[in-house]
Nanobody, 113 residues
Framework: QVQLVESGGGLVQPGGSLRLSCAAS????????MSWYREAPGKERELVAI????????NYADSVKGRFTISRDNAQNTVYLQMNSLKPEDTAVYYC??????WGQGTQVTVSS
């Protein structure tokens, strides 16, 4: 059974950092492209970052380039999103997406003073 479980969200002040985790089960995450999306209130869900299965090539939304980093730990079957220099506009529910259209349940990130 395929499952994606996100964790690591929370409340952080502007300029702070968080690391989100996406623990995969039921498949080998390293064999597939994995991505992070976010959905802010009143806005459409948008792609934040993606990591490919071949060469672990990464790509980012312009709004997070230079601040966010997507990575994998194959031994843990987990994908991470390191978020630095957080801004209030980064506030959203963050979702992990795997193959075959599977999504995690989401984790809330709130950036506020």
């Amino acid at each position: 059974q395929v499952q994606l479980v996100e964790s690591g969200g929370g409340l952080v002040q502007p300029g702070g950092s968080l690391r989100l985790s996406c623990a995969a089960s039921g498949f080998t995450a390293s064999s597939y492209a994995m991505s992070w999306y976010r959905e802010a209130p009143g806005k459409e869900r948008e792609l934040v970052a993606i990591i490919t299965s071949v060469g672990n090539t990464t790509n980012y939304a312009d709004s997070v380039k230079g601040r966010f980093t997507i990575s994998r730990d194959n031994a843990q079957n987990t994908v991470y999103l390191q978020m630095n220099s957080l801004k209030p506009e980064d506030t959203a529910v963050y979702y992990c997406k795997g193959p075959w259209g599977y999504w995690g349940q989401g984790t809330q990130v709130t950036v506020s003073s």
